[in-house]
Nanobody
Framework: VQLQASGGALVSAGGSLRLSCAAS????????LGWFRQGPGTEREFEAA????????YYADSVKGRFTISRDNAKNTVDLQMTNLKPEDAGVYYC????????????????WGQGTLVTVSS
């Protein structure tokens, strides 16, 4: 499966941004989908994930209440709505698919997009 993330931009602290990831080459209907963030000089970190049905969602503590993950299986897309952005939310955001094991561990995700850059100015 190929994943294409988009929507990254420069935004002011307190602002909002919506990231989107489109999948091609394979239906994602039965797969979990997730978003990870990699800041400068840091390891890629789990941000959010959603089950294949959309009925279960998971968030890092740092983004709970501010970020919302959603998916559209008909369009093969997964979105991340980010609100009340903080400077520490900045980084390259990657979408991922096909988890096998703990969804919080990036090593368990088998497919990755190329990333989209989010910059938050204070």
């Amino acid at each position: 499966v190929q994943l294409q993330a988009s929507g990254g931009a420069l935004v002011s602290a307190g602002g909002s941004l919506r990231l989107s990831c489109a999948a091609s080459g394979h239906s994602l209907h039965s797969n979990g989908l997730g978003w990870f963030r990699q800041g400068p000089g840091t390891e890629r970190e789990f941000e959010a994930a959603i089950s294949w049905s959309g009925s279960a969602t998971y968030y890092a503590d740092s983004v709970k209440g501010r970020f919302t993950i959603s998916r559209d299986n008909a369009k093969n897309t997964v979105d991340l709505q980010m609100t009340n952005l903080k400077p520490e939310d900045a980084g390259v955001y990657y979408c991922a698919a096909d988890p096998d094991g703990s969804w919080y561990d990036l090593r368990n995700w088998r497919s990755w997009g190329q990333g989209t850059l989010v910059t938050v100015s204070s």
